[in-house]
């Protein structure tokens, strides 16, 4: 592992495998932990297969400064991710006491029985530390560089808010994008491989977008670190587009849709 801070995220479970459900946790999980400069620099699909994620969390967890998975922690017989977290750390699994009185306390306001599917949700590895979950109450948890959240993604989103304070902070990747109406990435592709090789310093990208015969374009994109950098991409990007008779847009949103 490297002194730069970096992610990987391991989104579990069958349904996504499917295509039954489609993943949107990664967007929202890229898009929290980019102010903190932490890049998402890998994400695998699992099934909900114990073995599977085992594999997955003890290539990723070595590789990268930070790890989360989603999915497989609900009530049911097929929700395993937390017997694999502690399979891939080697500890043993047992029930947290402050889980179960935060279960505990969320059904009984419900009005609802704490039957014994819905204990299961308080089985934590042992040294695992909880997460909060403002939604539901379930917990998620974390052991060591794990970060272990539910595949809801609103409850994604509210278990979040618990772990910014957990992280560490890297340099923050600033990104510009230069946007050329009605070019196509034929036009540009040699002259940005020139451009990426001046400037190694940072990450460079063609992204075309197509809503009809008479609205495509290409946005290019610029990220980096050092700003001052970034400005001298900019004008590069922006004289490009120009030379093929187009005038550039500039956004500092990164989307080319």
């Known amino acids: 592992m490297t002194n730069t801070l970096t992610a990987a995220l391991c989104l579990i479970g069958d349904e996504l495998l499917s295509g039954r459900t489609r993943d949107i946790n990664t967007q929202t999980i890229a898009r929290y932990l980019a102010p903190y400069g932490i890049p998402l620099k890998e ?4 099934s909900d297969e114990q073995d599977a994620i085992v594999r997955a969390l003890n290539a990723l967890k070595s590789e990268y400064t930070y790890v989360f998975t989603t999915g497989g922690i609900g009530p049911t017989h097929d929700d395993i991710t937390a017997d694999a977290v502690a399979a ?8 947290h006491p402050d889980a179960v009185r935060i279960l505990q306390e969320r059904y009984a306001a419900a009005k609802t029985e704490f039957t014994p599917a819905r204990r ?23 052991v060591e560089n794990v970060f272990t959240l539910a595949g809801v993604p609103k409850i994604v989103e509210a278990m979040l808010e618990d772990i910014g304070w957990r992280l560490a902070t890297g340099a923050v990747v600033k990104s510009v994008a230069v946007r050329g109406a009605g070019l196509r990435e034929g036009d540009i592709a040699d002259t940005l491989s020139a451009l990426a090789e001046t400037y190694q310093g940072a990450n460079l990208g063609s992204y075309p977008w197509f809503r009809s015969v008479d609205d495509h374009g290409v946005a290019l994109v610029a990220r980096a670190t050092d700003a001052a950098l970034l400005e001298d991409i900019t004008a590069d990007l922006k004289q490009l587009i120009e030379s093929l008779g187009v005038e550039p847009e500039l956004s500092q949103d990164t989307s080319a849709s």
Do not use: D, H
């Open 88 to 95: 891939a750390f080697g500890v043993t699994i047992s029930e």
């Open 120 to 142: 299961r949700m308080a089985r934590i590895p042992a040294g695992g530390i909880l997460i909060k979950n403002a939604v539901s109450g379930a917990p998620g948890f974390q």
């Open 43 to 46: 994400v695998r699909i699992v």
